[in-house]
């Protein structure tokens, strides 16, 4: 920690937002992204930019969270309405859920020891407009029931470099993943929702750029009938993909949760 850090207090901020206008979390110039409208919120609120914010992770143009996790660094004391203050002036896809002042100690990206991803998808005909922000709907048929069989697939430690995006000698492809599995949605619904849809759920400590969105893409292309299991079982062990894929679309990926205390 540097001397800039070393009189202020820090705040672990949790909040709620719909990416579908944003180019992700990471503030970025003349470009419009969560990050860069939470610290011209917070800016607003304090009278002053001497402050500092980090986000738990990055978050992919267009993809939401449900709950997403970032550490304020500032001088003063926050006030007692300082939550309800940000929420009165935060647009209304951003919404901030607490305000807790922690220890200086803490650490947003290693303390952060689970995250759960979900993907909304449907499938079938053409899905009402207004739901995509929320989901990802393909116009064929997929076989749902065979890419639940083979989503759990994913689970333990593996080689992810085949689902990973712009990987390099650098790169962390080594990845363990706890949880993966599709299920019926009944968490994000509305009139203009489809009357089926699905929910691809991945938790991990740590995943790699795009990875979720490339396990989906390869869960459809199962679906489809065009890959099958020995290709992820091999995909996995080696690290060498035989087959080409495009992230599936950011838009029906949520931040569902960030655990730091498990």
């Known amino acids: 920690m540097d001397n800039f850090f070393s009189t202020k207090h820090f705040y672990l901020i949790r909040i709620q937002f719909l990416g579908f206008r944003y180019h992700g979390w990471q503030k970025q110039s003349n470009i419009k992204t969560v990050q860069g409208m939470v610290d011209k919120t917070i800016a607003y609120v304090l009278h002053h930019k001497n402050f500092k914010t980090l986000g738990c992770s990055r978050t992919d143009a267009m993809v939401s969270a449900n709950d997403f996790a970032l550490e304020l660094f500032c001088y003063e004391k926050m006030t007692p309405d300082f939550l309800e203050l940000l929420n009165q002036n935060l647009p209304s896809d951003i919404k901030a ?3 807790d002042e922690i220890d200086e100690s803490f650490n947003i990206i290693q303390n952060a020891k689970e995250k759960e991803y979900h993907y909304v998808f449907g499938f079938g005909g053409k899905a009402h407009p207004f739901g995509a ?15 639940k069989s083979i989503a759990p697939n994913f689970i ?10 712009n990987t390099g000698e650098q790169s962390q492809v080594i990845r ?5 599995s599709i299920i019926e949605n009944t968490q994000y619904k509305g009139s203009f929702m489809p009357d089926e849809s699905f929910i691809l759920i991945v938790k991990g400590p740590g995943f790699g750029r795009h ?27 080696t690290g060498n993909a035989e087959f080409l894929m ?4 950011a838009s ?4 569902h949760k960030v655990d730091f205390t498990k």
């Open 211 to 237: 990875q979720v969105r490339m396990m989906m893409a390869f869960l459809f292309e199962v679906g489809r009938g065009n890959l099958n299991n020995e290709q992820l079982k091999r995909a996995l062990s």
């Open 252 to 255: 029906g990926l949520i931040l």
């Open 176 to 180: 363990t993943v706890s949880e993966c």
């Open 246 to 249: 495009s992230p599936a679309p």
């Open 156 to 165: 333990g430690e593996h080689n992810f470099k085949s689902f990973c995006v």
């Open 97 to 99: 859920l607490s305000v």
């Open 133 to 147: 922000p929320f989901l990802t709907f393909l116009q064929e048929t997929l076989n749902i029931g065979l890419m």
